[in-house]
């Protein structure tokens, strides 16, 4: 119940400025991993990182990512009503990486989505600064975990 309190309170801001904090999220990402920059099939349309996100296609996906955060911050009494949705998002990112080795494949994304995870924290640190604090980013985590935990279920099946 606290860390939902934590979430909450915490994503009040962040929420209603969801592109710029999903941009600083993202320039994160791709600088802890460029090559997840590949996996986008419109990354063709652009050269680097900052250039990418600047596209419309990219800012997009930021967006749709962001909502899917916004989904679960509204959801946390019930994040098992996102079972379905979010189980669907995973059978569709398992296809966004099948350009790995297949056999490695769950490892590959499970990865993926840890360093996403990261650069969630990263982009929660940078905002909240002295209020970004150990519970907190533990509540994070936690609520993280459970959406990717959903997300994996999606591509065991
Ligand atoms: C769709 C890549 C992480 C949410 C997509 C698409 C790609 C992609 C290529 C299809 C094209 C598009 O809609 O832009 C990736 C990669 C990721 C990642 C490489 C990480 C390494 C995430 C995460 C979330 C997310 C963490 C949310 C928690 C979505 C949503 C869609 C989408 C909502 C639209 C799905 C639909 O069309 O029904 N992603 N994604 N993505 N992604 Fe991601």
């Given at each position: 119940?606290?860390d939902?309190?934590?979430?909450?309170?915490?994503?009040?801001?962040?929420?209603?400025?969801?592109?710029?904090?999903?941009?600083?999220?993202?320039?994160?990402?791709?600088?802890?991993?460029?090559?997840?920059?590949?996996?986008?099939?419109?990354?063709?349309?652009?050269?680097?990182?900052?250039?990418?996100?600047?596209?419309?296609?990219?800012?997009?996906?930021?967006?749709?990512?962001?909502?899917?955060?916004?989904?679960?911050?509204?959801?946390?009494?019930?994040?098992?009503?996102?079972?379905?949705?979010?189980?669907?998002?995973?059978?569709?990112?398992?296809?966004?990486?099948?350009?790995?080795?297949?056999?490695?494949?769950?490892?590959?994304?499970?990865?993926?989505?840890?360093?996403?995870g990261e650069?969630l924290l990263?982009?929660l640190?940078?905002?909240?600064?002295?209020?970004?604090?150990?519970?907190l980013r533990q509540a994070w985590l936690n609520m993280y975990s459970i959406?990717v935990?959903?997300?994996?279920?999606?591509?065991?099946?």
């Amino acid at each position: 119940e606290k860390d939902k309190g934590l979430i909450r309170d915490s994503w009040e801001s962040l929420g209603k400025n969801k592109v710029p904090h999903g941009i600083v999220m993202f320039t994160r990402l791709f600088e802890l991993d460029p090559a997840l920059l590949t996996l986008f099939s419109y990354s063709t349309n652009c050269g680097v990182a900052p250039e990418c996100l600047s596209s419309p296609q990219f800012l997009e996906h930021v967006t749709k990512v962001m909502l899917v955060i916004d989904a679960a911050v509204s959801h946390l009494d019930d994040l098992h009503s996102l079972e379905d949705f979010l189980s669907n998002l995973g059978r569709k990112h398992q296809a966004v990486g099948v350009k790995t080795h297949h056999n490695t494949q769950t490892s590959k994304m499970t990865m993926r989505l840890t360093v996403v995870g990261e650069s969630l924290l990263y982009m929660l640190q940078s905002s909240l600064g002295p209020a970004y604090t150990t519970p907190l980013r533990q509540a994070w985590l936690n609520m993280y975990s459970i959406v990717v935990s959903a997300m994996t279920r999606g591509w065991a099946k």
